[in-house]
């Protein structure tokens, strides 16, 4: 290194002697000072020193050629023993975004004078904080889709929208739908007639057209009490076969206009009567029917 010093003795005449150095072979100590404050460093036969404290060049050149190299002597160290100036001035960064406290930041770049330490960088200055124009919603959750109304459309709601703190986006609230309207109660009818009493004392009808259109359901009245009247089950053929036997004849109007007999104007207890003596004189009367049938019958006949 000293070899080396002694071959730069020339280039580096300012800097040997900030140091005190006139020979550096001889002056050890002050090569020592000196090698405190520069670093030397030899890579492919290019020499160059530089500032330990600022790792600014003082020098950079060719071994061959010490003499075409080039000597910064404004990146010089302050000298042996020189205590590091306090820094007083600097340049900084921009300034930092203004933060929601109210502050903004900088970097310091550099310092000056070369090589000093500390001072009183401003870094940090107050600032008005503008909060950032709130993002547009582009997420959303909402409540079911709504009855549909009878205008075909149905709604829902909004529930919640994302990123928090959005507004606007283009949240769907309303569709179309098909409106069907609600059945209606039926509330008037036309029915058929009345059907035949029946033996349990009602009688039915049935519903033939309901009104309003399309209404389903309410109350026709569909049955009804009534008093049923069974029918008199002797027939004519009934007659005949009871009572022509003996007395000849075909015919229930004649037969008792035959033979003697000219019989009008009964009333149904009068051809009880009769009709029970007939039984009595061996008339016998048709299965399931009674004398008072065949007393109804003949009352009524012609
Ligand atoms: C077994 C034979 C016999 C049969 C069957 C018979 N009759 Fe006579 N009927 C007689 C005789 C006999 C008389 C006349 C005697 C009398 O007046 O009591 C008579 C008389 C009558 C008379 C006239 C007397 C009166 O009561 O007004 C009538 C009416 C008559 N029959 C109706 C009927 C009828 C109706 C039937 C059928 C349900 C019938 N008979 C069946 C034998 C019969």
């Known amino acids: 290194m000293q070899t080396l010093l002694a071959q730069l003795k020339v280039v580096l005449a300012p800097l040997f002697e900030l140091y005190g150095i006139t020979d550096p072979l001889i002056d050890k100590a002050a090569v020592r000072l000196l090698l405190a404050d520069v670093r030397i460093v030899k890579d492919d036969g ?19 050629n010490l003499a075409g190299g080039s000597f910064y002597p404004e990146n010089m160290p302050p000298g042996p023993g020189t205590p590091p100036s306090t820094c007083a001035s600097f340049t900084y960064s921009t300034w ?33 904080y503008v909060p950032p124009p709130p993002a547009t919603c582009t997420g959303f959750t909402f409540s079911t889709w709504g009855a549909c109304q009878p205008d075909n459309t149905q709604n829902r709601t909004l ?10 986006g283009s949240p769907i609230t309303a569709q179309a739908c098909t409106y069907v309207p609600p059945p209606t109660t039926c509330s008037s009818f036309t029915y058929s007639a009345w059907a035949s009493c029946q033996p349990s004392n009602t009688q039915t009808r049935s519903v033939v057209t309901s009104s309003p259109t399309g209404c389903t359901g309410g109350a026709p009245v569909t049955s009804q009490a009534c008093t049923y009247v069974a029918s008199n089950p002797v027939t004519n053929a009934n007659i005949v076969s009871s009572c022509t036997g003996c007395h000849g004849l075909t015919s229930n109007t004649t037969v008792f206009k035959s033979g003697g007999y000219t019989v009008t104007g009964r009333s149904a207890s009068q051809w009880l009567s009769t009709v029970n003596s007939m039984v009595n004189k061996g008339s016998s009367l048709a299965a399931g029917t009674t004398a008072q049938n065949y007393a109804d019958y003949l009352a009524n006949a012609p």
Do not use: E, W
């Open 46 to 64: 290019i020499v160059t020193i530089y500032n330990r404290s600022t790792g600014a060049v003082i020098f950079k050149g060719s071994l061959r």
């Open 159 to 168: 529930l919640s929208s994302s990123p928090t703190g959005c507004t606007g």
């Open 96 to 128: 930092g975004a203004c933060q929601p406290g109210g502050t903004q930041t900088c970097t310091v770049l550099s310092s000056s004078p070369a090589g000093c330490t500390g001072g009183s960088p401003v870094t940090t200055q107050a600032c008005t």
